[in-house]
């Protein structure tokens, strides 16, 4: 997988409505973290603060926003974003 393929999915998976987001280790309240390339490596970083983080755990690298989308349709969850970042699942 490329760095761009992965950015792509890490990108994903910070905008799902219906996974975490990969946060802050300084302060959980700022934004969600993002990806940037430093060195030919993948790192997240807090647009808040300084805080960075080269730990990406695999299901954020390897997420597949059809194959959740399609996941999440057979289970016929509705999903409204409220506020960012906190979800409401209505069955």
């Known amino acids: 997988m490329t760095n761009d393929e992965m ?14 987001e990969m946060t802050c ?14 060195d ?9 603060c300084d805080w960075s983080q080269e730990h990406i755990p695999k299901c954020v690298l390897n997420f597949d926003k059809e194959k ?13 974003r409220e506020p960012k970042g906190k979800e409401k699942n209505l069955f």
């Open 40 to 48: 030919g490596k993948i790192i997240m970083k807090c647009h808040d």
């Open 68 to 80: 959740a989308n399609k996941f999440i349709e057979g289970l016929g969850i509705n999903v409204i």
């Open 7 to 20: 950015i792509q999915n890490i990108n994903d998976w910070q905008e799902c409505d219906v996974t975490h």
């Open 25 to 38: 280790g300084n302060d959980s309240s700022h934004k969600p973290l993002y990806p940037v390339e430093e």
